[in-house]
Nanobody, 115 residues
């Protein structure tokens, strides 16, 4: 069993930055990969970025250059640094991991980009 808890969301002005964090209840070195997804109102859940256990990263094309995923094994966290935010980035951001053949999700953290 794995518990994931996201934090760092909030209200930010257009052009601003936020850093999201996903804390895992066990060592992230045990995970095949960790990822961030987001879901805007009225939309389905959208993949944002993935980081593997070896540190390889992939991103949705539209977010390359603005979002950076990273992991901190000492803190058992996966982070998402977001810059140049626009209102279109408003969504609930979810952390996901794959462990033991199962997928685990956090509860999400709200990011609102508005002036």
């Amino acid at each position: 069993q794995v518990h994931l808890v996201e934090s760092g969301g909030g209200l930010v002005q257009p052009g601003g930055s936020l850093r999201l964090s996903c804390a895992a209840s066990r060592s992230i070195n045990d995970f095949y990969e960790m990822a961030w997804y987001r879901q805007a109102p009225g939309n389905g859940r959208e993949w944002v970025a993935t980081i593997t256990g070896g540190g390889s990263t992939t991103y949705t094309d539209s977010m390359k250059g603005r979002f950076t995923i990273s992991r901190d094994s000492a803190k058992n966290t996966a982070n998402l640094q977001m810059i140049s935010l626009t209102p279109d980035d408003t969504a609930v951001y979810y952390c996901r991991c794959r462990y033991g053949g199962r997928i685990y999700w956090g509860q999400g953290t709200q990011v609102t980009v508005s002036s």
